[in-house]
């Protein structure tokens, strides 16, 4: 493998690096080298994780080569006379304790040999799997490697496993552990020598297939390799809460943290820190007591003796159980008497618990005896309708958040009431969660949230745990001023590494209004607009014919993406980009998400289609971790910006804690831009999906006129402001797109893999060069064209051909067989030819050639001159398609220069015949009769005010308002503008 000296180091890689992998690997290594901490940014494809492990690794290498030469050159100061083996083991002695008699000198080697450990996190396990991959690409694959995961992942015990909560599987995890009544466990020992003697990196699938065959515990066997280890893989929710590195027996002490994909850790390390508890959690709490008491008294009426059980005799009393109850009781009533919508600070919580004689010094006994209960009904429940313990352990992990310390802590007691907000909301959710044992004790649910607003408590115990370094890295963490400042860390290094393709690869464009000229904006007040959707919709319809293979589109959250989807079914723009894209939907559960990424990768592959769509939500499980590189994803559409929800109230605090912490004069970013930053940052990781690799090429288009600003520009990665450019209209775009996918197909290597068979799909061109007119809707447009092949247009809203239900590339001449010899040029014999797209197919290319085959050469010759003496007095006058031609009383639409019947060819959208069919199978018949009172109502009358009111109570559902906003169609065209804004005025209404 090649070799690169960086910083004096000897770094091996497995393949020339890039420059920019190598300025990467640079600031690496001077992290570890000073022993400061680095923010590093390197986008996607640009080899990130492998740099970050060739230059940790060849590091560590390098540092124990030399503290092996420190230590034989220490050895020969003292005039020690053992041997360097001899030594060794004196410094170790038997179990790692160091011997008795041991002097000062022999102190200091043992402290000199104490080589740095490298922690490497990310996320996710799917991360890790990629990481300990990549690792294995190198020459450091003869590292000691431990990767680290929970039980959810490495359990194969069949009783434990099936528990669907990790923290009941901790817990009996720990009883059978502790008691030797686990086979797996207890052949941990047994199969040590032969697991930890094999040579290759394990990860945690390997791990889990030799545990079923050995039959070890692939959890516990996990940790043993964690001893020995020179690299240990595990997610961040391992390093950030203390709780499970004290379990995992984790010593940070020495150790250089990588925390890979940081793009969102400042989130990881509030949440990490933050609880919340219902009534309805202690209502739980108090059942589950109950439910104990209830046992023993049962147990002991039967005549059973607790001590002459089978099981083991409960370690705690009635008295216990009676004093838990009362505390619960008593808590529980302090909750209910808490108004919802309100706010506290931090230290809050201290005086909710204290109503229930809940304080830090009885921190220890309270949390002992809810262990040991916890532990009782986990073991002894043997009805799945019995409860066990989940509600306490739940309680148990919130007393230990909050009482972090046993003993009063003047400090943190400051710091919590400035970082932290207890604020009650309702439960809204409670009648779905509410089970037998909690409908009767919370009708009115209400959740204490305990929320943190500061990363730097979450990331704070780790800079506190005295390690040589902490690397933060990621392809989107810009802007890294602000990402720094939220941390509240010093750091030594940065970087904004370049990607590593070139401007040939990748296009970035800010779409500013759709092909009817509707200006793109989905802020929440115009988001329900039906001109806005149905421009949207359009411009997602055209970018599915010009561009190639796959298509991502992302949406700002899951409830716009319903309402497009809504809108689009009913219009027809979802029936029109699956003639071209089979569309895929990013489902809200993880179980079904890998069904439909195979799915769409296989249509990708499908030679009978041209790719498919995957329409997904920003900050979803698409946007991060999975790689739609090469024809799985040529294009990133972002649909607009993801702001958080405006009025939710841990989105509120947390801009007043931002603007509460600016005005006492720190430095950090104010919460309006931090706010805006939580979009732009959406966007970016959103973006990556599309280039992975140095030779991959792809589109990034941004519908939103709100890009357009250098606020939102300036926080977006440095490689992709440099390339931004801004179309106001569509056509241009188009040709842009057209131009930049034959160029890329051409110039750069095809990948792997079978693409579809006419990747590069366009609107059509024209043959022969010239100038010719085309009359659309009444508007007269001039196209040029000057060579084959390349035509400028002056577009038009209207200037949109389809390709025909048989798969025919739009790549083509327009006309039937016959006149194709000749081109659009040839077919203009009369002074005006009338060309509906809704019944006209477009021949394919082979089609073409055929015909012109059978034209002799000077029959062509004759046929272009007379071409050329005809276009400029010929004119093309065009039937818009049903679905492309815009409203005409649109407000987005322009109207100058069209005529009455122009405007309306043909009615695009359904009847109100069918639109009643539609309500009768969706609401049923009352809601249908309903509807036809009212419009005979609005027919005679004409009062909309009227109108609006029945339709309310007719859509007064969620799942309704798509019906609702679409019966604007048969509104009177003098009611239609009015009409939308009271739709609007409901919605915001609604929203406030």
Known sequence: MPEVIIRGIPVNFPFEPYNVQIAYMEKVISCLEAGGNGVLESPTGTGKTLSLLCASCAWLTHRKAQMQAQLLSKVSDLGCSETLKELNLTLTGNNGDKPEGMGLAQNQLSLLFRAPKIIYASRTHSQLTQAVQELKRTSYKYMKVSVLGSRDQMCIHPEVSKEESNAMKTVLCRVKTKSKTCHFYNNVDKKKEEVLGIQDIIDIEDLVKLGRKLQYCPYYMSREFNTAADITFMPYNYLLDPKTRKNLGLELANSVIILDEAHNIEKVCEESVSHSLSNTDIAMCIEEISQVMKNLVERQESGFSLIDDESQPPDFTADDLTLLKILFLELEKAVDDLPPGSTYPGNFMFELLQKADLTPGKRNLVIEALNKIVTYLSTTGSSPFQRKGSALQKFTDLMSLVFRYEQDCPSYTEQLKISYKVHVSMDEDNKKKANSWSVSRAPQGKIVNFWCFSPQFGIGHLVAEDIHCLILTSGTLS?????????????????????????????????????????????????????????????????????????????????????????????????????????????????ELSEIMDGYYSKIQDPATRGACFMAVTRGKVSEGLDFADFNGRAVVITGLPYPPFKDPRVELKKKYLNEIQQSGKKTISGMQWYMLEATKAVNQAVGRVIRHSTDYGLILLCDARFDSASITGQLSSWLRTRIKRYTEFGPLVKTI?????????????????????????????????????????????????????????????????????????????????????????????????????????????????????????????????QQQQQKKRKLKIVPLKFFNPDPQSSCASTSGLSETSAKPKESLESITDYVKQVRNKLGNDACSKLKIACSDYKKNGNLKDLHLALKAIFHSESSQSLLKGYERFVKREHREQFRELIALDEILGAT
């Open 738 to 866: 057209r131009e930049f996918f034959r160029t890329a197909e051409k110039e750069l290597p095809a990948p792997k893999g079978k693409p579809p068979p006419s990747s590069s799909i366009s609107f059509p061109s024209f043959s022969g060069p010239g100038t010719f007119d085309v009359v659309t809707s009444g508007q007269k447009r001039t196209y040029s064209q000057t060579k084959d092949n390349d035509t400028s247009m002056s577009w038009s809203r209207e200037d949109y051909l389809k390709p025909d239900d048989k798969n025919e590339t739009a790549e083509s001449t327009i006309g039937s067989s016959e006149q194709s010899s000749v081109g659009v040029l040839g077919a203009l014999e009369k002074p005006t030819t009338i060309i509906d797209f809704n019944e006209t197919f477009i021949p394919s290319p082979s089609t073409t050639k055929s015909s012109s085959s059978a034209i002799s050469s000077s029959e062509q010759q004759q046929q272009q001159q007379q």
């Open 479 to 591: 802007p890294l001023e602000s990402f720094i400042s939220e941390l509240g860390i010093k750091v030594k290094e940065t970087l904004e590494n370049p990607h590593i393709v070139g401007d040939k690869q990748v296009r970035v464009a800010i779409l500013k209004k759709g092909p009817d000229g509707c200006e793109l904006n989905s802020s929440f007040n115009t988001r329900n607009n039906p001109n806005y959707l149905s421009s949207l919709g359009r411009t997602l319809v055209n970018l599915s014919y010009v561009i190639p293979d796959g298509v991502l589109v992302f949406f700002p959250s899951y409830g716009f993406m319903k309402i497009c989807q809504e809108s689009w079914q009913l219009s027809g723009v979802w029936s029109q980009i699956e003639k071209n894209k089979p569309i895929f939907v990013e489902p809200r559960t993880k179980n």
